[in-house]
């Protein structure tokens, strides 16, 4: 449908955008870490399985660790150094997983290793499916999946649309806004690669209307030869979840409990498509990631390209964190994940690191009111899901009833329904318990 | 990172919320009841004073006492409020105190602490009080002292301060409301008088542009759906103005209509009430033609001259029903009868 002559989905919430900070500064470069802490899972898969022993030295861009089968990918030293051990690591996700502990040479002109180049001219589909699982590309949105897994399409599946997702509807993160306005090439090289793999006959990058210099730059530079267009769009969360670009863009529909593969489109990030440009043609891996740091409590906010590893706790102190500094999370407000400890890594799933003071953390702790039916949530949900009756059942336990009569599996935590709920009902949180649970009957029987 | 003691929060997404909370929409919808409130006072003097104040105080008063809620008291949400404040604006000036204070207590306990409390009552709870009043004193409930009374700052009417359990006496001019002077002598009002509220009728229901002033606030700070008053007050002049095209002489015109009675604070403070409406667009568009069409069908067909509360309690009865039968398509499932 479209809104005032631009593209969009139905539905979806307002949020403050909280870019602007940001928006303008051009990546810069990270220092490395005095040590740097490689999880061997920072993807949706199995882990990968490590390639080096404690006491050995690498080089920046080595591969450290191989895919453990399809549903995994390759991880590379992010700089050189000595591996110092390889122990447990505390994640985002509250567990202990696997790490490779990396300490960096301080004098080392830290050059990356170059590996097999995947050249797009002369590689099959085949090759270069294979070459993106080593070079350990996953979705660099967020969600950190496979992006290899993606683009094994089936038999009997096809694309004929392919789609450059450049929507960033997250407020305060500007990485992909920057990537596209500073990686124009790598992404031009990227979206050929994926072209090649999909068969697509034609890919759109979807742009939100907030950042027309990146439409605008992308369009001055398209090549006669790419077929590809850039489609600008009206500005509303969550537009970057793939199910919602599709829409937007093309007007279909994701079938419920389906793939954009069942509707002929294949989404796939800008940032992630940008990496695929840069590091195939020279064999290279994922050992660094823009990331922006932003939010009240940062005190030189920016897009930084930051080394895979890097403790949380380095890169506050680096950028320097107010005295009242109360909340930290990974990604965006309306759906990072907050820190539980300051231990844990940035990974390839990290697109931003977003701080609060007791200020804005304060703004959340509200008073928890029965709800109303004002049916704010109805009108927010992507989904069309009714969050309302949803929140009714899952604080009687009836999670099995969510499933069933509400359809709780189609929700995928956007997020909005907390956001507008004026009774302050943790909605999502208690979607995400309920999900669980259905999840883990769903295995036992 | 200089405070070494400092503690992270973990808390689930989303990190931000949009400001909106139940207790600052509630606070709202009483300030934009106002004007409308002032204007009762200026029109009927004393007693409309002390029959707003008995009206708010008997349903905070039994809310308070009667409202369950883990989190303690539930006046801080300022729903009991609005119920009182809407309940007494209903009333006709000069109602027995004693008669107010049952409805008050009856309303809060019946219509909504017996439903389960905030968002759990099917009915407005303000129109179950009125409702209570309507059926156990049809007498004082349709006796109308007339407003802009000379003494009526330092006077009351004699019906107000009745004893407990014994029937009013009025012993001043009432005048019959438009809708009645309409339906039982055929008198039209002037359309100028019926706008401003120089009429008889219910405290707060007689200044129709003042209710439409804070309504339209409650609807530029989005705390008020503008879709069911504009669809109830379309529907009433849709279906009175065709009624009255087709014969002049026995239907009124569709803006004595429009700006008599309870019309105005009905549809835009009651059937606007978050809990007894629907949720999904659709079910809105529905209710709002079903409680705009019974207040035509019962103020022309009906034995009383006025139909909007019950119309609008019939509204909040078929509410849940209404989104069940209109919910709208999951996003992704086929459509409907392709499987």
Sequence with gaps: MK???????????????????????????????????????????????????????????????????????????????????????????????????????????????????????????????????????????????????????????????????GVECEPYLTTDHRVMLEQRDDLFMGIRYLLKVTGAARAIVGIEANKPDAAEHLRAGLPDDLP??????????????????????????????????????????????????RLLPRGRGIQERVITVSGPAVERKGNYRIPIGTPLRFLLEEVGVADDVNRVFLGGPM?????????????????????????????????????????????????????????????????????????????????????????????????????RTVRKAKSAS | MSRSTSTLEIRTSPHILSGHSVDTIMFNVVLALLPTTIFAIYAFGLAAVLT??????????????????????????????ITGLLYGLTLPPGL?????????????????????????????????????????????MTSWVAGFAPGRFVSLPSSTLTPPLSQPIYDGITGATPLAAWKFERVATGSGELALGFVSGSLGETSSLLILLGGLYLIARNMMSWKIPLTILTTVVAFSG??????????????????????????????TDMVGSPMTAKGTLIYSVVIGSLVVVIRTWGGMPEGVMYAILLGNALSPQIDRWVRPKLYGAPLRGRG
């Design chain 1, 335 to 435: 759906m990072g994940a907050a820190a539980s400890t300051l231990d844990i890594p940035i990974t390839k799933g990290t697109s931003g690191v977003v701080a609060f003071t007791d200020r804005e953390a304060a703004s959340t702790h509200r008073h928890v009111y029965p709800c109303i039916r004002c049916g704010y949530c109805l009108d927010a949900c992507p989904i069309f899901l009714d969050p309302s009756q949803l929140g009714i059942l899952a604080l009687n336990g009836e999670h099995g009833r969510m499933a069933e009569e509400q359809h709780l599996m189609d929700c995928f935590e956007c997020g909005c329904c907390s956001f507008v709920c004026p009774s302050h009902i943790p909605l999502v949180q208690q979607f995400r318990i309920a999900k």
């Design chain 2, 242 to 271: 065709a009624l009255h095209l087709i014969d002049s002489e026995r239907y009124a015109t569709p803006w004595l209509m429009l700006f008599s009675g309870g019309l105005m604070l009905g549809a835009l403070f009651m059937a």
């Design chain 1, 3 to 165: 809104l005032l002559g631009l593209k969009t989905f139905r539905h979806g919430v307002h949020p403050p955008e909280s870019k602007s900070a940001t928006s303008g500064l051009a990546i810069r470069q990270f220092p490395f870490a005095p040590v740097l802490v490689i999880p061997l899972v920072q993807h949706m898969g199995r882990p990968s399985i490590a390639e080096v022993q404690e006491g050995q030295e690498v080089t920046r861009g080595q591969r450290i660790a191989r895919a453990d089968g399809f549903m995994s990918v390759s991880m590379h030293a992010p700089a050189s150094g000595i591996v110092r051990r390889i122990a447990l690591t505390p994640s985002i996700s509250g567990r202990m997983v696997p790490g490779v502990f990396l300490e960096p040479y301080p004098g080392s002109t830290q050059e990356i290793a170059d590996g097999t180049p995947c050249p797009l001219e002369t590689a099959t589909a085949e090759q270069i499916v294979a070459a993106i699982q080593d070079a350990g590309i996953v979705g660099l949105g967020g969600a950190a999946f496979p992006t290899h897994v993606k683009l094994a399409i089936p038999e009997g599946k096809s694309v004929d649309t392919l789609i450059i997702n």
């Design chain 1, 228 to 277: 590809a267009t850039v489609e600008v769009l009206s500005v509303k969360y969550p537009q970057g979840a793939e199910k919602m670009l599709i829409t937007a863009l093309l007007g279909r529909e994701v079938p419920s409990g389906g793939l954009p593969l069942d509707v002929h489109a294949l989404c796939v990030n800008v940032a992630t498509t940008a990496e695929i440009g």
């Design chain 2, 52 to 81: 707003l104040a008995t009206a708010v105080g008997s349903c905070l008063l039994t809310e308070r006492l009667t409202g369950t809620s883990p989190q303690g008291s539930t006046l801080g949400d300022w729903s009991v409020t």
């Design chain 2, 96 to 140: 027995p105190l004693w008669m107010v204070a049952v409805g008050g207590v009856f309303g809060v306990f019946v219509g909504k602490t017996l439903f389960g409390g905030l968002g759990l009552n099917t009915f407005n709870p303000a129109l179950i009080g009125r409702a209570f009043l309507q059926a156990a004193f049809p007498g004082a």
